[in-house]
Protein backbone atom coordinates (compact mmCIF):
# COMPACT_ATOMS: atom_id res chain seq x y z
CA UNK A 1 0.00 0.00 0.00
CA UNK A 2 2.71 2.18 0.85
CA UNK A 3 4.40 1.56 -2.19
CA UNK A 4 1.53 2.02 -4.47
CA UNK A 5 0.80 5.66 -2.78
CA UNK A 6 4.84 6.71 -3.42
CA UNK A 7 4.37 5.71 -7.17
CA UNK A 8 0.88 7.46 -7.78
CA UNK A 9 2.22 10.37 -5.95
CA UNK A 10 5.96 10.81 -6.11
CA UNK A 11 6.46 12.71 -2.71
CA UNK A 12 10.57 13.02 -3.36
CA UNK A 13 9.17 15.59 -6.50
CA UNK A 14 6.98 17.64 -4.36
CA UNK A 15 9.98 17.92 -1.49
CA UNK A 16 12.50 18.52 -4.69
CA UNK A 17 10.14 21.24 -6.05
CA UNK A 18 10.09 22.80 -2.22
CA UNK A 19 13.76 22.46 -1.93
CA UNK A 20 14.30 24.84 -4.87
CA UNK A 21 12.65 27.38 -3.78
CA UNK A 22 15.13 27.62 -0.97
CA UNK A 23 12.61 26.16 1.40
CA UNK A 24 14.79 24.18 4.35
CA UNK A 25 12.79 20.94 4.66
CA UNK A 26 13.68 17.91 6.54
CA UNK A 27 12.05 14.53 6.32
CA UNK A 28 12.07 11.74 7.67
CA UNK A 29 9.92 7.75 8.33
CA UNK A 30 10.11 4.59 5.43
CA UNK A 31 8.03 6.38 3.01
CA UNK A 32 10.34 8.98 2.40
CA UNK A 33 12.85 6.12 2.83
CA UNK A 34 11.23 4.50 0.13
CA UNK A 35 10.47 6.56 -2.17
CA UNK A 36 14.07 8.31 -2.49
CA UNK A 37 14.90 4.41 -3.29
CA UNK A 38 12.67 4.12 -5.89
CA UNK A 39 13.89 7.61 -7.24
CA UNK A 40 17.49 6.76 -7.78
CA UNK A 41 16.59 3.08 -8.99
CA UNK A 42 14.66 4.66 -11.84
CA UNK A 43 16.95 7.32 -12.37
CA UNK A 44 20.31 4.83 -12.89
CA UNK A 45 17.94 1.75 -14.65
CA UNK A 46 18.22 3.06 -17.84
CA UNK A 47 22.01 3.97 -18.06
CA UNK A 48 22.91 -0.07 -16.51
CA UNK A 49 20.87 -1.39 -18.75
CA UNK A 50 22.36 0.72 -21.77
CA UNK A 51 25.94 -0.19 -20.53
CA UNK A 52 24.87 -3.69 -20.27
CA UNK A 53 23.81 -3.84 -23.72
CA UNK A 54 27.09 -2.14 -25.15
CA UNK A 55 29.30 -4.42 -23.28
CA UNK A 56 27.28 -7.34 -24.48
CA UNK A 57 27.86 -5.88 -28.09
CA UNK A 58 31.41 -5.35 -27.55
CA UNK A 59 31.82 -8.64 -26.44
CA UNK A 60 30.28 -10.01 -29.30
CA UNK A 61 32.53 -7.76 -31.42
CA UNK A 62 35.59 -9.12 -30.26
CA UNK A 63 34.49 -12.75 -30.10
CA UNK A 64 33.32 -12.78 -33.85
CA UNK A 65 35.29 -9.71 -35.26
CA UNK A 66 32.43 -9.52 -38.01
CA UNK A 67 29.47 -7.38 -38.35
CA UNK A 68 27.35 -10.22 -40.02
CA UNK A 69 28.20 -12.55 -37.07
CA UNK A 70 27.32 -10.10 -34.52
CA UNK A 71 23.79 -9.46 -36.20
CA UNK A 72 23.48 -13.15 -36.61
CA UNK A 73 23.76 -13.45 -32.49
CA UNK A 74 21.94 -10.31 -31.80
CA UNK A 75 19.17 -10.93 -34.02
CA UNK A 76 17.56 -14.14 -31.75
CA UNK A 77 18.19 -12.20 -28.71
CA UNK A 78 16.17 -9.29 -29.54
CA UNK A 79 13.74 -11.58 -30.80
CA UNK A 80 13.64 -13.10 -27.57
CA UNK A 81 13.48 -9.56 -25.80
CA UNK A 82 10.86 -8.52 -27.98
CA UNK A 83 8.69 -11.93 -26.98
CA UNK A 84 9.87 -10.93 -23.22
CA UNK A 85 7.59 -7.57 -23.18
CA UNK A 86 5.21 -8.76 -25.13
CA UNK A 87 4.36 -11.87 -22.12
CA UNK A 88 4.79 -9.57 -19.24
CA UNK A 89 2.01 -7.05 -20.72
CA UNK A 90 -0.54 -10.17 -21.39
CA UNK A 91 0.54 -10.95 -18.04
CA UNK A 92 0.29 -7.37 -16.76
CA UNK A 93 3.38 -7.80 -14.82
CA UNK A 94 5.25 -3.90 -14.49
CA UNK A 95 8.70 -3.14 -13.90
CA UNK A 96 9.37 -1.90 -10.55
CA UNK A 97 12.44 -0.96 -8.46
CA UNK A 98 13.18 -4.60 -7.82
CA UNK A 99 11.89 -6.87 -10.90
CA UNK A 100 14.23 -4.58 -13.00
CA UNK A 101 17.59 -5.95 -12.04
CA UNK A 102 16.69 -8.62 -13.65
CA UNK A 103 16.79 -7.61 -17.14
CA UNK A 104 20.88 -7.06 -17.13
CA UNK A 105 20.99 -10.93 -15.85
CA UNK A 106 18.77 -11.56 -18.35
CA UNK A 107 20.45 -10.09 -21.59
CA UNK A 108 23.60 -11.74 -20.12
CA UNK A 109 22.21 -15.35 -19.89
CA UNK A 110 20.27 -14.88 -22.99
CA UNK A 111 23.27 -13.78 -25.41
CA UNK A 112 25.29 -16.87 -23.62
CA UNK A 113 23.11 -19.77 -26.40
CA UNK A 114 23.55 -17.90 -29.12
CA UNK A 115 27.24 -17.14 -28.97
CA UNK A 116 27.94 -21.63 -27.97
CA UNK A 117 25.74 -22.41 -30.67
CA UNK A 118 26.87 -20.17 -33.37
CA UNK A 119 30.74 -21.46 -32.22
CA UNK A 120 29.74 -24.61 -32.17
CA UNK A 121 28.08 -24.58 -35.90
CA UNK A 122 31.62 -22.16 -37.26
CA UNK A 123 33.37 -25.55 -35.87
CA UNK A 124 31.13 -28.01 -37.28
CA UNK A 125 29.67 -26.93 -40.34
CA UNK A 126 26.29 -28.34 -39.62
CA UNK A 127 23.54 -27.01 -38.21
CA UNK A 128 21.51 -29.99 -37.37
CA UNK A 129 24.44 -31.51 -35.25
CA UNK A 130 25.16 -27.88 -33.51
CA UNK A 131 21.75 -28.11 -32.35
CA UNK A 132 21.52 -31.31 -31.06
CA UNK A 133 24.21 -31.32 -29.43
CA UNK A 134 25.85 -27.73 -27.98
CA UNK A 135 21.41 -26.42 -28.76
CA UNK A 136 20.21 -29.42 -25.84
CA UNK A 137 23.02 -28.19 -23.07
CA UNK A 138 22.31 -24.70 -23.57
CA UNK A 139 18.52 -25.30 -23.25
CA UNK A 140 19.37 -27.51 -20.44
CA UNK A 141 21.34 -24.87 -18.74
CA UNK A 142 18.55 -22.24 -19.28
CA UNK A 143 16.13 -25.27 -18.09
CA UNK A 144 17.98 -25.00 -14.60
CA UNK A 145 17.95 -21.33 -14.23
CA UNK A 146 14.74 -21.23 -14.66
CA UNK A 147 13.93 -23.67 -12.08
CA UNK A 148 15.73 -21.56 -9.70
CA UNK A 149 13.47 -18.74 -10.39
CA UNK A 150 10.41 -20.63 -10.37
CA UNK A 151 11.46 -20.88 -6.60
CA UNK A 152 11.44 -17.28 -6.22
CA UNK A 153 7.71 -17.05 -7.99
CA UNK A 154 6.86 -18.67 -4.72
CA UNK A 155 7.71 -16.35 -2.70
CA UNK A 156 5.80 -14.52 -0.41
CA UNK A 157 7.22 -11.05 -1.21
CA UNK A 158 5.67 -9.16 -3.29
CA UNK A 159 9.05 -7.82 -4.77
CA UNK A 160 10.99 -11.05 -4.91
CA UNK A 161 7.93 -12.38 -6.44
CA UNK A 162 8.16 -9.84 -9.27
CA UNK A 163 11.52 -10.59 -9.90
CA UNK A 164 10.71 -14.59 -10.82
CA UNK A 165 7.88 -13.38 -13.03
CA UNK A 166 10.05 -11.36 -14.77
CA UNK A 167 13.01 -13.44 -15.34
CA UNK A 168 10.72 -16.65 -16.23
CA UNK A 169 9.54 -15.18 -19.28
CA UNK A 170 12.94 -13.55 -20.17
CA UNK A 171 14.89 -16.64 -20.22
CA UNK A 172 12.04 -18.87 -21.77
CA UNK A 173 11.48 -16.41 -24.10
CA UNK A 174 15.01 -16.15 -25.46
CA UNK A 175 16.08 -19.64 -25.01
CA UNK A 176 13.35 -20.65 -27.40
CA UNK A 177 14.08 -17.74 -29.55
CA UNK A 178 17.69 -18.92 -30.04
CA UNK A 179 16.81 -22.62 -30.45
CA UNK A 180 14.35 -21.42 -33.39
CA UNK A 181 15.91 -18.45 -34.77
CA UNK A 182 19.59 -18.77 -35.09
CA UNK A 183 19.18 -22.11 -36.94
CA UNK A 184 17.03 -20.60 -39.24
CA UNK A 185 19.48 -17.75 -40.01
CA UNK A 186 22.38 -19.75 -40.28
CA UNK A 187 20.40 -22.27 -42.72
CA UNK A 188 19.65 -19.32 -45.04
CA UNK A 189 23.08 -17.93 -44.53
CA UNK A 190 24.75 -21.25 -45.24
CA UNK A 191 22.32 -21.99 -49.05
CA UNK A 192 22.57 -18.42 -50.16
CA UNK A 193 25.51 -16.50 -49.00
CA UNK A 194 28.32 -18.87 -48.01
CA UNK A 195 30.80 -16.35 -48.42
CA UNK A 196 29.68 -14.76 -45.25
CA UNK A 197 30.15 -17.54 -43.30
CA UNK A 198 33.47 -18.69 -44.83
CA UNK A 199 35.08 -15.08 -44.22
CA UNK A 200 34.16 -15.55 -40.46
CA UNK A 201 35.37 -18.74 -40.08
CA UNK A 202 38.77 -17.39 -41.61
CA UNK A 203 38.53 -14.48 -39.15
CA UNK A 204 38.02 -16.58 -36.49
CA UNK A 205 41.09 -18.68 -37.35
CA UNK A 206 43.39 -15.94 -38.03
CA UNK A 207 42.81 -14.84 -34.16
CA UNK A 208 43.46 -18.33 -32.61
CA UNK A 209 46.84 -18.40 -34.65
CA UNK A 210 47.88 -15.07 -33.95
CA UNK A 211 47.14 -16.29 -29.86
CA UNK A 212 49.19 -19.27 -30.17
CA UNK A 213 51.81 -17.25 -31.51
CA UNK A 214 52.04 -15.08 -28.91
CA UNK A 215 51.54 -17.75 -26.24
CA UNK A 216 54.37 -19.05 -27.69
CA UNK A 217 57.03 -16.13 -27.69
CA UNK A 218 55.85 -15.02 -24.25
CA UNK A 219 57.18 -19.06 -23.34
CA UNK A 220 60.48 -18.29 -25.73
CA UNK A 221 60.79 -15.04 -23.98
CA UNK A 222 60.25 -16.46 -20.20
Not at 43 to 68: G, H, Q
Not at 72 to 92: E, K, N, R, T, Y
Request: overall charge positive; hydrophobic content about 50%.
Amino acid sequence: LAVSSIRTHRPFRSIADLQADRIDLRTTGSIMIVAEFMRLVTKEARYVLILTALLVLFILVLSFRNVYACLLALLPFLCGCSIMLGGLVLMDVQLNYFNIVVLPIVFGYGINNAIFLFYRFLESGKISKSVMHTGLAGVASSLTTMAGWAGVVLSDHPGLRSMGLVALPGLSAVMLATTVTLPALLSYTQQHVPLILKNIRSRLHRGRLSDKRSRHFLLYAD
